[in-house]
C-alpha cells in the first residue's frame, strides 16, 4: 500500500522569502513521485515529476523538489516566492510502472498563502 | 485539442437522485481515472480504467459506477446521491508509453452538491 503525508496543512510566507513544502511517502516498492498545484476553483496542474534519474527535478514557475529515497521524502522547495504563488500543492505517488502512471495517490494537500 | 472535459462542470442533485458526470479525452489515452476532492483530504481515487471494457476500483469506489465501452469515454455514475457525495470530481488520462515523459492529464473538474 502506498501513503502520503503532506507535513504541513497550511504554510503561510511573506512575498520574495523561500520556501519549503514537505512531503513524506511510505511505499515498500519504487515509486515514482508528482507535484501538482491547484488555483482556487481551477482543475491540477503538473509541478514537477520524479520518475528516475537525478534525484534534484527542477519544475515549472521556478519550483524544484529533491527525492530522498533514505528518508522517504520529496520535499517542494523555491527560494523566492510571489503573491502569484499562493495556491493548493498536493504531493501525490504512484508505483505503477512509468509507462502506466494511471493510478495516484496524493497528500492532503498544503495551503501555501503568500503575503505582500 | 481539447485535453480532458468535464461535464457539467457544476450540478446539484436531491438525495436519491442519479446522475452521470461524463469525462472525454481526445489523446487517445488509454488509462483514464475518476477522483473526488474533499477538503482536507486531497485527492481520493474512485474508479479507474486501463483500456476500454477494463475498470477497476480505486479507494473510495461505493456508490459509484463506472464503464468504458470507447477509448475516449469514462462516464461515472451516481445510482443514488448521498449528501456524502457533495465533492469536487476530477477525470484524468494518461498514455501508456514509454518512461520518463508520461504525464497524467487532469480535466477542470465538476462541482456536485447533493442536498
Same mark, same amino acid.
Not at chain 1, 476553483?41 to 534525484?55: A, C, D, E, P, V
Given at each position: 500500500?502506498?501513503?502520503?503525508?503532506?507535513?504541513?496543512?497550511?504554510?503561510?510566507?511573506?512575498?520574495?522569502?523561500?520556501?519549503?513544502?514537505?512531503?513524506?511517502?511510505?511505499?515498500?516498492?519504487s515509486v515514482y513521485l508528482f507535484?501538482?498545484?491547484?488555483?482556487?476553483?481551477?482543475?491540477?496542474?503538473?509541478?514537477?515529476?520524479?520518475?528516475?534519474?537525478?534525484?534534484?527535478?527542477?519544475?515549472?514557475?521556478?519550483?524544484?523538489?529533491?527525492?530522498?529515497?533514505?528518508?522517504?521524502?520529496?520535499?517542494?522547495?523555491?527560494?523566492?516566492?510571489?503573491?502569484?504563488?499562493?495556491?493548493?500543492?498536493?504531493?501525490?505517488?504512484?508505483?505503477?510502472?512509468?509507462?502506466?502512471?494511471?493510478?495516484?495517490?496524493?497528500?492532503?494537500?498544503?495551503?501555501?498563502?503568500?503575503?505582500? | 485539442?481539447?485535453?480532458?472535459?468535464?461535464? /457539467?462542470?457544476?450540478?446539484?442533485?436531491?438525495?436519491?437522485?442519479?446522475?452521470?458526470?461524463?469525462?472525454?479525452?481526445?489523446?487517445?489515452?488509454?488509462?483514464?481515472?475518476?477522483?473526488?476532492?474533499?477538503?482536507?483530504?486531497?485527492?481520493?481515487?474512485?474508479?479507474?480504467?486501463?483500456?476500454?471494457?477494463?475498470?477497476?476500483?480505486?479507494?473510495? /469506489?461505493?456508490?459509484?459506477?463506472?464503464s468504458r465501452s470507447t477509448t475516449?469515454?469514462? /462516464?461515472?455514475?451516481?445510482?443514488?446521491?448521498? /449528501?456524502?457525495?457533495?465533492?469536487?470530481?476530477?477525470c484524468a488520462s494518461s498514455h501508456?508509453?514509454?518512461?520518463?515523459?508520461?504525464?497524467?492529464?487532469?480535466?477542470?473538474?465538476?462541482?456536485?452538491?447533493?442536498?
Amino acid at each position: 500500500a502506498q501513503s502520503v503525508t503532506q507535513l504541513d496543512s497550511q504554510v503561510p510566507v511573506f512575498e520574495e522569502a523561500p520556501v519549503e513544502l514537505r512531503c513524506n511517502y511510505s511505499s515498500s516498492v519504487s515509486v515514482y513521485l508528482f507535484w501538482y498545484v491547484q488555483y482556487p476553483n481551477q482543475g491540477l496542474q503538473l509541478l514537477l515529476k520524479y520518475l528516475s534519474g537525478s534525484t534534484l527535478v527542477k519544475g515549472i514557475n521556478g519550483f524544484e523538489a529533491e527525492f530522498n529515497k533514505s528518508q522517504t521524502s520529496f520535499h517542494l522547495r523555491k527560494p523566492s516566492v510571489h503573491i502569484s504563488d499562493t495556491a493548493e500543492y498536493f504531493c501525490a505517488v504512484t508505483n505503477d510502472r512509468g509507462s502506466t502512471l494511471g493510478r495516484l495517490y496524493f497528500g492532503r494537500g498544503t495551503q501555501l498563502t503568500v503575503w505582500p | 485539442n481539447a485535453g480532458v472535459t468535464q461535464t /457539467p462542470k457544476f450540478q446539484v442533485l436531491k438525495t436519491g437522485q442519479s446522475m452521470t458526470l461524463q469525462c472525454a479525452q481526445d489523446m487517445n489515452h488509454e488509462y483514464m481515472s475518476w477522483y473526488r476532492q474533499d477538503p482536507g483530504m486531497g485527492l481520493r481515487l474512485i474508479h479507474y480504467s486501463v483500456g476500454a471494457g477494463i475498470t477497476d476500483q480505486g479507494e473510495v /469506489p461505493n456508490g459509484y459506477n463506472v464503464s468504458r465501452s470507447t477509448t475516449e469515454d469514462f /462516464p461515472l455514475r451516481l445510482l443514488s446521491a448521498a /449528501p456524502s457525495q457533495t465533492s469536487v470530481y476530477f477525470c484524468a488520462s494518461s498514455h501508456r508509453g514509454q518512461e520518463p515523459g508520461n504525464t497524467i492529464y487532469f480535466g477542470e473538474g465538476s462541482w456536485l452538491t447533493v442536498v
